[in-house]
């Protein structure tokens, strides 16, 4: 497969943006990454726009909008752009890790999404950087834990009334430091990540690469790149809130210390930064097939 990278102007590519999410995370993101991807192997990319199996379009969705009062402003700048950039809507695809996606319309250009509320769009993980572990890994103590601000989305306030008292869940509301987030997760057999304001999770991620199963929940099952990942031999995913302790209490502890095995290995070998970029081209290959 060839893409050809279109062309934009770069204050379309801001070099950083005004918020930074979650807490402690570096300035990169999906977008940033994918683009990386592409620059390094040039075996994929031909400058020829004929010849091209696709065309990207590698705007900087999340900065540009975050960077205009959360896409309340230059939408009008932002549309002017992709219609003087897009050749042909048809072979075009891009890469989204804002919550509400672009914004602007684009045709019938394929959009990748980070943390999708809608069905239509396509998943892809959202990510954050490596967190710090502690030089000793703490025992487990709890069947489940959530430690986070539960005012994102109702699915989570949900979830506290329903399942706080449920014997071995631990359920914490507010912000809490990096060392704090990090140590509940590895008490924890399971870690539980609702949706947030989008349809996706950090948590869900940071939970694979600290070695604990996730249990995703929420309106869409945006577990990315189902055709090529085995999803359910590392994490768990739920509409209900209601139904988490019979999901957990079905595995015994030691198959929950084998998913978080699992997690890890998927995450580090198929998920993480710029890991995760070629199951973009197998996702787009199966399109062009069909």
């Not at 994102?152 to 430091?177: F, H």
């Not at 209900?240 to 210390?257: A, E, G, V």
Request: hydrophobic content about 35%; charged content about 30%; overall charge positive.
């Amino acid at each position: 497969m060839k893409v050809y990278i279109l062309p934009v102007d770069r204050i379309f590519q801001p070099e950083n943006q005004s918020f930074i999410y979650p807490k402690g995370n570096i300035d990169y993101g999906v977008e940033q990454d994918f683009l990386y991807f592409l620059q390094h192997n040039k075996q994929l990319v031909t400058n020829d726009k004929k010849i091209a199996d696709y065309h990207y379009l590698p705007i900087y969705w999340t900065r540009w909008h975050l960077n205009h009062d959360y896409g309340k402003k230059g939408l009008s700048d932002l549309s002017s752009e992709v219609k003087f950039r897009l050749i042909d809507d048809r072979k075009t695809f891009t890469i989204c890790q804002y919550d509400d996606g672009p914004l602007v319309k684009l045709g019938k250009t394929i959009i990748f999404l980070s943390s999708r509320k809608e069905k239509t769009g396509i998943d892809i993980p959202l990510l954050t950087n490596s967190h710090k572990r502690p030089i000793l890994k703490p025992r487990k103590k709890y069947l489940a834990s959530f430690v986070g601000r539960l005012e994102t989305n109702i699915i989570r306030s949900e979830m506290e009334r329903t399942i706080k008292d449920y014997p071995g869940i631990l359920i914490k509301n507010g912000d809490y430091d990096e060392s704090a987030f990090v140590k509940s997760i590895l008490e924890s057999y399971v870690a539980l990540a609702p949706r947030g304001y989008g349809g996706s999770s950090f948590r869900f991620y940071e939970a694979m690469q600290l070695g604990v199963p996730p249990l995703l929940i929420g309106n869409i099952d945006t577990r990315p790149f189902k055709k090529f990942i085995n999803w359910e031999a590392c994490s768990f995913y739920t509409k209900r809130p209601d139904r988490i302790p019979k999901i957990i209490s079905s595995y015994s502890k030691l198959d929950l210390l084998k998913m978080g095995e699992n997690a890890k290995k998927v995450y580090d070998e198929l998920i993480a930064y710029q890991r995760w970029c070629i199951f973009v081209l197998k996702e787009l290959n199966d399109i062009k097939q069909t």
